[in-house]
C-alpha cells in the first residue's frame, strides 16, 4: 500500500494524488436531478427521458440481458426474460 501523505492524498512517487472521503462521494438526493431527457424528447415521438422514480420513455432501446415488465406509452405490457421478449398484451 502507498504511503499517506495525510487523509486525502496518497504519495505514488512521482506523483501525489488526491483521495475522496466518503463525505465527498456520496450522492444526495438533491444532486440528482428529477429528469433526465434528450434534447429532442417529444413524449412518444422521439428522444428518451428518464424520471428519478425510475420511469423510463424512448421510441427504441436495447437493454442486453433485461428481464422484467415494461409499460409502453400507449398502455402495452411487454415481459422480457434474459433480454428476450416473450408477450406483450
Do not use: C, Y
Not at 488526491?18 to 428529477?34: F, G, L, N, S
Not at 412518444?44 to 421510441?59: D, F
Amino acid at each position: 500500500m502507498e504511503p499517506l501523505i495525510n487523509d486525502n492524498e496518497i504519495d505514488i512517487s512521482p506523483d501525489i494524488i488526491p483521495v475522496k472521503t466518503i463525505q465527498e462521494t456520496i450522492v444526495k438526493d438533491e444532486d440528482i436531478a428529477a429528469v433526465k431527457q434528450s434534447p429532442n424528447f417529444k413524449s412518444g415521438v422521439k428522444g428518451w427521458r428518464l424520471n428519478s422514480n425510475g420511469i423510463m420513455e424512448a421510441r427504441e432501446a436495447n437493454f442486453s440481458d433485461a428481464s422484467g415488465t415494461f409499460t409502453t406509452v400507449d398502455g402495452k405490457t411487454i415481459t422480457v426474460v434474459s433480454g428476450v421478449i416473450t408477450s406483450i398484451v
